[in-house]
């Protein structure tokens, strides 16, 4: 079946510009994850779902990071008013379940350059 | 706060040589992923190691799991030029979170 799927690949914004990332996680996956991966780093967590709640946003590094899950499925990531700081490649990741045992799976990413 | 620390952060070998990557953890956990990334490409899942003594092995890659030392080891048999790429250890901090390492950027030159 079809991966974590991930729109748009590749995003350039002006800086002040709000975006709009979006996930769509495997079919019947309960748990969605957000990272954050800067150049050269290892992704760093920023907000997991499970179904339509979101249980942990600890790791949106500020206010201006805004994410959503409305019906449990299809999630979107939004950053207002971005900074250069912001660029990265941002991943999404799916599994199955909300137990440990349930392995992530990630999406091709959103390379996202702020100018 | 946990940290995830890997080593070396830049590797680079000949094809047919051995090598291992390391990758140290501050706190207790039992569980440790392995991921592959090539550049430009997502994450790529390698092994899930779920237990004190776990050994996992695919292909000229095994990796191994000591959660009493909090370290991990991705070791390389046999190198070729396929397996470059970069290296990502992650732990799992609480329901599903994972904290990766900085990466092993492999480069295996024939």
């Known amino acids: 079946g079809a991966g974590v799927s991930q729109s748009p690949r590749y995003k350039v914004a002006k800086r002040g510009q709000d975006v709009a990332l979006r996930c769509d996680p495997i079919?019947?996956?309960?748990?969605l994850f957000w990272y954050q991966q800067a150049l050269g780093q290892g992704p760093e967590f920023l907000t997991y779902?499970?179904?339509?709640?979101?249980?942990?946003k600890s790791g949106l590094p500020s206010d201006r990071f805004f994410a959503e899950r409305p019906e449990g499925s299809v999630s979107t990531l939004k950053i207002q008013r971005t900074q250069q700081e912001d660029s990265a490649v941002y991943l999404c990741?799916?599994?199955?379940?909300?137990?440990?045992?349930?392995?992530?799976?990630f999406g091709p990413g959103t390379r996202l350059t702020v100018t | 706060e946990l940290k995830v620390e890997q080593n070396p952060l830049f590797l680079s070998m000949q094809e047919g040589k051995n090598y291992t990557i390391y990758c140290n953890y501050s706190?207790?956990?039992?569980?440790l992923y392995w991921y592959r990334q090539d550049p430009g490409k997502s994450l790529e899942s390698l092994f899930v190691?779920?237990?004190?003594?776990a050994v996992k092995q695919e292909g000229r890659l095994m990796a191994s799991l000591d959660t009493k030392a909090r370290l991990s080891t991705l070791h390389i048999t046999a190198a070729v030029h396929d397996l470059s790429a970069t290296y990502f250890c992650?732990?799992?901090?609480?329901?599903?979170?994972?904290?990766f390492g900085q990466g092993t950027r492999l480069t295996i030159n024939p």
């Open positions: 079919s019947g996956h309960v748990s």
């Open positions: 992650a732990v799992e901090r609480g329901a599903q979170k994972l904290v």
């Open positions: 706190t207790t956990s039992d569980r």
């Open positions: 990741a799916s599994s199955l379940g909300y137990v440990s045992s349930y392995e992530q799976y």
């Open positions: 190691l779920l237990s004190n003594g």
């Open positions: 779902f499970q179904n339509e709640a979101q249980l942990d």
